[in-house]
C-alpha cells in the first residue's frame, strides 16, 4: 500500500514542510520543502556594512546571538580586523549562554513531550516521563521554562537585550564588561549549574564528564531517576536508537574563539565519516550551494562558492524544483552539522565512543544537547573568571572598515552557521548565509542526492501514517529552528501533536 503524507513545521524563520512517500508503512522517500522566500541576501545588497550588524540577528529570534557574531566576524575578516582578548570573551560568554539556552528550551520543551505520546503507554517509565516532561505540566518541563529564560540574561547583562542584540561590532564590543555584570553572570551560571547537576544529571559535573565511553555511561545512569536518566533508558527501549541516521558526514566549523590566539578555536573545525571513523580537515573553499531543485534561478545552473552566490528567486510550481531552501554541499557531499558533529570533531570521547558503537542516530543526536551543556557550562564559567580577571584589559580597538571579501564561520546552537561578505565602495555587493538549517534540511542536488533530513527519514518505519509521531522524533532531534507544532496532514485528516 502506497501513500503520501505532509508534515507541515512553523518555524521562527519560515515554515518547513515534509512530503512522505510511506509504502508498506515505511518511508520511502523524503521531500525537505521551505514554503517561505525571506530574501535577507538581497534585503542586504547596497547598505553599508555596519547595517547588517542590525539586519541579520533577526534572521533568527533563537540564534540572534550566532548571527550578530558571524556577521561581525565576516566584517572584521574583510577589514583585517583583531579584537581585544576581552571583546572575544565577551562574544564567547553571550554565545555559550544562548547555546545553553536553546539545548535546554529543545531538549525539554520540544523533543521530551513527544515521548509522552499515548502510544508509549504501557512502557513501565511511562508515568516517570509523564511526571517529568509532559508538556506544560512535566517537573522538568517547568524547571526548563525558569531555567532556560535565567541563563539568556547573561546575553542582557553583557549586550543590553536579548534577541537581536547589537553589541558586537568590528573591533570589539560595546559593552563595559565592569566586576558587577561579571559576577551577576557568574551567579546566574551557578545557579543554572546546580540545577543541571541535581535535577538533568543526578551527578557533579566533574563526576558526569569523568564518563568517557558509552559503557561507562550506561554503567552511571543505571537505576539513576534523573532526567538523563530517564531518557536514556526510555529512548533506548522505544527504538530511537535505530532511527533517523541520515548522512555519515558530520561537520563543524569550530566554536569558542581563543581569545589569546584569535584565529583558533577552543573547540576544533572538521569533519568526520562516521563510516570510515575518519577525522577530515575543514577547508570552507570547499563549501557550494546548488539549487537545481530549489525555486531560484541562475543562467549557468551550476554549485557556486558563497562568494559567487545569487539569491534571485523564481517560483515555477510546474517544475520539479519544490523549495526555497537551497542545498548546500562540502566537495559536492551531503553533510549534517549540529551538536553531536561539534562534540564528535572535538574530539569528545564519550560522543565518538557512542556513534561508532551505535551509528548515528536520533536519540544520539538528542543526547548530544544534554552533553555539550555539560561541556559548556563549565567553558561559561572559564571564560567569565577569566574576563573577572582581565577586568581592566579593552574590549574595542578603532579601525576602519574597508572593502574586501569577508568571512563569519561559527557554530550556533544548531550547527555550522557561515556568513559570506563582499564589500565595495563602503556597500555590500554580495551576502550569502547558510545556516545549520540548510545544511541539514538541504533539498535534492544536481546529481539527485538527498539532503540529510531527507535521508534520515528514508527507510523510517510508520505505526500509524494518521499520526506518525516516528517523524516527529527524528525531525525534532535536529532542531531545524522550528517551533513545536507538527500538522500530519492524510486521509483528508489533520492532526497536531507536540503543540508549544
Known amino acids: 500500500m502506497s501513500r503520501r503524507i505532509k508534515v507541515q513545521l512553523n518555524r521562527v524563520e519560515g515554515d518547513l514542510e515534509l512530503e512522505l512517500e510511506i509504502n508498506n508503512g515505511v518511508v520511502t522517500d523524503a521531500w525537505c520543502i521551505g514554503t517561505m522566500y525571506r530574501g535577507f541576501e538581497q534585503i542586504l545588497l547596497g547598505r553599508e556594512p555596519m547595517d547588517a550588524l542590525a539586519i541579520t540577528p533577526r534572521v533568527c529570534g533563537i540564534c ?74 512535566g517537573k522538568v518541563y517547568q524547571e526548563a521554562v525558569i531555567n532556560s529564560r535565567s541563563i539568556i540574561e547573561i546575553v542582557a547583562i553583557f549586550g543590553g537585550q536579548w534577541p537581536h542584540s547589537s553589541y558586537m561590532v568590528p573591533g570589539g564590543v560595546t559593552s563595559l564588561p565592569d566586576i558587577a555584570k561579571v559576577m551577576s553572570a557568574i551567579s546566574v551560571t551557578t545557579n543554572y549549574l546546580d540545577w543541571f547537576e541535581n535535577n538533568i544529571l543526578g551527578m557533579s559535573l566533574n563526576k558526569w564528564n569523568e564518563i568517557d565511553s558509552l559503557d561507562a555511561l550506561n554503567n552511571a545512569l543505571s537505576g539513576n531517576k534523573s532526567a538523563a536518566g530517564l531518557l536514556h533508558k526510555f529512548c533506548h527501549d522505544i527504538g530511537l536508537t535505530g532511527i533517523g541516521g541520515g548522512s555519515s558526514l558530520l561537520m563543524s566549523y569550530g566554536s569558542i574563539i581563543n581569545p589569546d590566539v584569535p584565529e583558533k578555536r577552543i573547540r576544533k573545525p572538521g569533519l568526520f565519516e562516521s563510516n570510515l571513523q575518519q577525522f577530515e580537515t575543514l577547508n570552507q573553499q570547499h563549501i557550494t550551494e546548488d539549487i537545481s531543485y530549489s525555486w531560484y534561478y541562475d543562467e549557468e545552473n551550476q554549485p557556486r562558492h558563497p562568494h559567487d552566490g545569487l539569491t534571485q528567486p523564481k517560483f515555477s510550481p510546474d517544475s520539479d524544483r519544490y523549495t526555497w531552501a537551497k542545498a548546500p554541499r562540502y566537495q559536492g557531499k551531503v553533510v549534517q552539522t549540529g551538536p553531536l558533529a561539534q562534540l564528535v570533531i572535538d574530539n569528545d570521547p564519550l560522543m565518538l565512543d557512542y556513534l561508532v558503537k551505535q551509528g548515528c542516530n536520533s536519540w544520539l543526536r538528542q543526547f548530544a544537547r544534554i552533553q555539550r551543556q555539560a561541556k559548556s557550562i563549565l567553558l561559561l564559567k572559564q571564560q567569565l573568571e577569566e574576563l573577572l580577571s582581565y577586568i581592566d584589559e579593552p574590549t574595542m580597538v578603532h579601525m576602519p572598515i574597508t572593502d574586501g571579501e569577508g568571512i563569519g564561520m561559527i557554530e550556533a546552537a544548531r550547527g555550522s552557521l557561515g556568513h559570506w561578505l563582499r564589500v565595495e565602495d563602503n556597500k555590500i555587493t554580495g551576502y550569502q548565509i547558510i545556516t545549520p538549517t540548510a545544511w541539514n534540511a538541504s533539498p535534492r542536488d544536481k546529481d539527485k542526492k538527498s539532503g540529510h533530513i531527507e535521508q534520515s527519514l528514508i527507510g523510517l518505519p510508520i505505526t500509524n501514517p494518521d499520526d506518525p509521531i516516528e517523524i516527529g522524533h527524528v525531525v525534532r532531534s535536529h532542531d531545524p529552528c522550528l517551533v513545536c507544532t507538527v500538522h500530519v496532514i492524510g486521509s483528508g485528516k489533520k492532526h497536531r501533536y507536540g503543540v508549544c
Do not use: G, W
Request: hydrophobic share 35%; glycine share 0%.
Open 64 to 137: 540572534s546571538t550566532a548571527h550578530l557574531f558571524a556577521s561581525t566576524l565576516a566584517i572584521e575578516s574583510a577589514s583585517s580586523i583583531t579584537p581585544p582578548p576581552n571583546a572575544i570573551r565577551v562574544r564567547n560568554i553571550c554565545l555559550l549562554a544562548e547555546e545553553i539556552q536553546s539545548d535546554c528550551r529543545q531538549t525539554f520543551l520540544m523533543f521530551c513531550p513527544d515521548l509522552c505520546h499515548p502510544s508509549y503507554n504501557k512502557h513501565p517509565l511511562y508515568p516517570d516521563i509523564q511526571e517529568h516532561f509532559e508538556e506544560m505540566k
